[in-house]
């Protein structure tokens, strides 16, 4: 089982950027495919970006393509999201999630597809 801790979220104007952490806790952390995911008020969480146990591959959803990047350091067991040319459509509680390693990253783009979520950090972009 592993515990997630999300940080970096905040306010920043719309064109700034953001690194968000994902610091977990608990055994096997690098053998657990890691997601982000995020949830604007009154809408369905959505699948923003994954990354494998290995780090070997990586996906994103297509609005964030170029402008996101997300990487781990297993060493430390973090995984992060960096997001530069912020919109405020981008404006949401993100949130990390672990799923046990295996094939099929880029087909597990639902919330239900991962196992261990942390609490969320909001990020705010103001136009």
């Known amino acids: 089982q592993v515990q997630l801790i999300e940080s970096g979220g905040g306010l920043v104007q719309a064109g700034g950027s953001l690194r968000l952490s994902c610091a977990a806790s608990g055994r096997g952390f690098s053998s657990y495919d890691i997601g982000w995911f995020r949830q604007a008020p009154g809408k369905e969480r959505e699948f923003v970006a994954a990354?494998?146990?290995?780090?070997?591959?990586?996906y994103y959803r297509d609005s964030v393509k170029g402008r996101f990047t997300i990487s781990r350091d297993n060493a430390k067991n973090t995984v992060y999201l960096q997001m530069f040319s912020l919109k405020p459509e981008d404006t949401a509680v993100y949130y990390c999630?672990?799923?046990?390693?295996?094939?099929?990253?880029?087909?597990?783009?639902?919330?239900?597809?991962?196992?261990?979520w942390g609490q969320g950090t909001q990020v705010t972009v103001s136009s």
């Open positions: 990354i494998s146990w290995s780090g070997g591959l990586t």
């Open positions: 999630a672990a799923d046990w390693g295996r094939s099929g990253l880029a087909s597990r783009l639902s919330p239900s597809d991962y196992d261990y």
